[in-house]
């Protein structure tokens, strides 16, 4: 898939640089030499990213990206903000009116096309995540037609800390967040928690052990008030064994958390805390925001501790540690991912 890119810049030199290093990479990239051109070709375009400059003449960086936040058409476009200020309060701006990531000039080409590769891959499993689950609920309902009054999908309301499953109990159902997050978590006998994964909208929950009809091996939170659809074991084994693009989306869900808890057990196992620290702060600035614009970070220092495995006090000066390098912020008591390839040179080199 060809991706289109926009870039918004007044300098003539950098604009044409970006351009240049992102058609050498296969993406289709298009360019605007102010803030205004910019939104007009953004919502003529539409456009599957844009990299936009924040100081600019007529509507900068701000201007930009307020506009575009308020039109439907183009509320969900990945931006990437290009500055040489590195003031904290810049950051913390575009972090709020909706930016997705930061690159301070001067860059160089990796770092451009590391960003711009992270942003679009977050579109793609949208994409992907929101089709498979729309044919999903299809058959769905495609049964229910076929047994009147079974009731297969049913709507709920769980408010914070609920408990949806417990270890080892029998699974009854399988789960999907429409709102909300949940977390699950295994117990250790000296009563510490290890988060074992995170889920937020468009997720389905519990679905390993009703396909492999053993006890829950985790227990099921939720971590703010949420909604979730529920099905039963027997419907949706019933659909899992008719239907083979079914069978095949839950196959390819059990091997990308196999991969992720593999690539998970390796980083607590052999890296720095550092780097643990990083890497999971990654993790769930993905998971949260999920091509979205929100990179605050909606989860307590205790849970973030327990998903990277170290104790809260380490992390916290972790954290503080993270701050004075300018890689996050901390507003309100709230983590801000203001500066997530920071964070990824952390992840990698410590």
Known sequence: MSYSILVIDDNDDIRENIVEILQLAGYKADAASNGKSG?????????????????MPELDGYGVIHLLRTNPETQRTP??????KSERSDFRKGMELGADD????PFDDLELLKAVETRLKRVEFAAKNHKGVSNFFEELNAVSAGLPGSGLIEADSYEKKRVL?????????????????VKTFRSHPDGKEYITNLYVSGDFIGYTSLI??????????VMEDAELLRISKENFLKLLYNDPLIAQKFIQLISNNVRDKEERLVNLAYSSLRKRVANGLLIISSKISRGSANLILEISREEIAQFVGTATESLIRTLSDFKSEGAIEIKAGKILMTNP??????ADNG
């Open 341 to 346: 390839s920071k964070l990824h040179k952390i």
């Open 165 to 181: 499953y417990s270890e080892n109990k029998t699974p009854r159902f399988l789960y999907y967040v429409n709102s909300g997050k």
């Open 39 to 55: 939104v007009a070709l953004a919502l003529k375009q539409k456009p599957d990213l844009i990299v936009c400059d924040i100081m």
């Open 79 to 84: 931006v990437i903000f290009l500055t040489a």
């Open 212 to 221: 492999e009809d053993k006890f829950y091996d985790e227990t099921a939170q």
């Open 102 to 105: 930061y690159i301070t000039k």
